[in-house]
């Protein structure tokens, strides 16, 4: 079956590591996404991109970081320099306007 | 600046009647509109979309109605049942994608909705 799968399902940081996030798609799309998800605050872009060795910046990309080398994976960096990085992150991909997004399960990132 | 604002955190419906969420938005470029379901701990699931040039889309019990006049969006659950308690975001992009890129989204924080006995 084709989805987008995000690993680890949980993970812990320890102040002042910089931890990553994976994120594998076997869909075919073109564009990826990363969101993050706080309690009341809904799901905030941080990274995009809609082609290989391509990315740009969303809303709150500051301590974070992303690299696209391969249509399937979009991987997500979260640095030592994001002040509150505990949270729910979510990665997306898009096949088309018509079709909305199709999310990963996400991972729930908590810092120790 | 939010631009997809839904204004309820919470909404209680009993079972068997009608639930209804709304989402107002304040950007006119945006035009295509998508409501998402989420349980905790997972990732959100597509539901319904319209596009702007259409008032009313249908999927079984979902119904998503569109009055850009006033900027507002809202899905209809008929009839409620128990596994429709979850968050519901309403979602909205720009043809080109602007900032967000093609196809790119902006959402709402959500309205979480609780389907009771």
């Known amino acids: 079956d084709g989805g987008i799968t995000q690993s680890p399902k949980y993970l812990f940081r320890k102040e002042g590591q910089n931890v990553t996030l994976s994120c594998e798609q076997n869909l075919n799309h073109d564009a990826m996404y990363w969101y993050r998800q706080d309690p009341g605050q809904g799901l905030r872009l941080i990274y995009y991109?809609?082609?290989?060795?391509?990315?740009q910046k969303g809303d709150i990309a500051e301590g974070y970081s992303v690299s696209r080398e391969k249509k399937e994976s979009f991987p997500l960096t979260v640095t030592s320099a994001q002040k509150n990085p505990t949270a729910f992150y979510l990665c997306?991909?898009?096949?088309?306007?018509?079709?909305?997004?199709?999310f990963g399960s996400g991972t729930r990132l908590t810092v120790v | 600046d939010q631009q997809v604002k839904q204004n309820s955190p919470s909404l209680s419906v009993q079972e068997g009647r009608i639930s209804i969420l709304n989402c107002d938005y304040t950007?006119?470029?945006?035009?295509?509109f998508l409501w998402y379901k989420k349980y905790p701990a997972e990732g959100p699931t597509f539901l319904i979309s319209i596009s702007s040039i259409k008032d009313k889309n249908e999927d079984g019990r979902f119904t998503v109605f569109l009055n850009k006049s006033a900027k507002h969006l809202s899905l209809h659950i008929v009839p409620s049942q128990p596994g429709d308690s979850a968050v519901y975001f309403c979602?909205?992009?720009?043809?080109?994608?602007?900032?967000?890129?093609?196809?790119?989204?902006?959402f709402g924080k959500g309205t979480h909705l609780i389907i009771q006995p």
């Open positions: 991109s809609q082609i290989v060795n391509d990315f």
């Open positions: 997306a991909s898009i096949q088309g306007r018509g079709y909305g997004y199709t």
């Open positions: 950007n006119s470029m945006f035009d295509y």
């Open positions: 979602a909205a992009s720009v043809h080109g994608g602007g900032k967000r890129g093609a196809d790119g989204l902006t």
